[in-house]
């Protein structure tokens, strides 16, 4: 039986601590022709910058461009100094937001029950999580990847429904190729991309083949056609080649 792939390409962009408010304005008025250049070819678009550029992007950017946070607390309020909330994005028209990148797993102690509580929250505010999983390099080499990415999926995800993860994005980002130059290969990509796939689809059932799985880790526009290719690789979230407007239209202009 042929498979016909309807889940729609997405490029995301992690800015992580980088940009000035000011940088971040320029980025956004120079981005809005590839918006438009990535509808005609049916991609979306996106970009992640610090909760402090999210309103400057969000009012210059092409009103198409998803803006995500890097993260958000699961309360809504109360005394959680130097948390922001969801009521507070989404004063902004901010709807997406990263759930448990690894950086914030090493130096923010997120655990998969914290990521568990942000994405539930998300969701029941009508927002999309993207939710990152991967596991380090210690980890890859015990041949241990599955099983910790399976885990993280499991305990982030559990108690939702199949009509609540509709939306979901999960994000497979091997720890050791994030900002290393260490690419994951194609098959590694696919591999660990269906087995995530797999295991939504035991969890929540056909719903699992429109979620859409993206892969992250020293993605350029060099290697992001191959990894596109991949059945079960329905877009790419970037860090360092997101950061400069060219780089960020050639690694579209090599998708598309
Ligand atoms: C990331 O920050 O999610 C990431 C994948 O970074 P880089 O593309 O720089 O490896």
């Not at 304005?25 to 678009?45: M, R």
């Not at 130097?82 to 130096?107: D, V």
């Amino acid at each position: 039986m042929w498979f016909v792939n309807m889940r729609k390409k997405l490029l995301l962009g992690n800015w992580k601590m980088n940009k000035l408010a000011s940088e971040a304005k320029q980025f956004a008025v120079a981005s809005s022709s590839l918006v438009e250049k990535a509808k005609l070819h049916n991609i979306d678009l996106g970009v992640a910058p610090t909760y402090l550029s999210l309103s400057i992007v969000k009012e210059n950017a092409n009103k198409d461009m998803i803006v995500a946070a890097q993260n958000v607390h699961f309360n809504s309020s109360g005394a959680f100094t130097g948390e922001i909330s969801i009521p507070m994005l989404k004063e902004f028209g901010i709807n997406w937001a990263l759930i448990g990148h690894s950086e914030r797993r090493t130096y923010d102690n997120e655990t998969n029950e914290k990521c568990h509580a942000k994405i539930t929250a998300l969701i029941a505010n009508d927002m999309v999580p993207v939710y990152c999983v991967g596991e380090t390099l210690s980890q890859f080499e015990a041949n241990r990847t599955k099983e910790i990415v399976e885990r993280q999926v499991r305990e982030g995800l559990k108690d939702l429904t199949s009509a609540l993860v509709k939306n979901l994005v999960v994000a497979y980002e091997p720890v050791w190729s994030i900002g290393t130059g260490k690419n994951a290969s194609t098959e590694i990509a696919e591999e660990v991309c269906k087995f995530i796939r797999d295991t939504l689809k035991d969890m929540f059932g056909d719903v699992a083949d429109e979620i859409r799985i993206l892969y992250g880790g020293s993605v350029k526009p060099e290697n992001i056609r191959a990894y596109l290719s991949c059945p079960n690789v329905d877009g790419a979230l970037v860090g360092g080649a997101s950061l400069k407007i060219d780089s960020y239209e050639a690694l579209l202009d090599n998708i598309m």
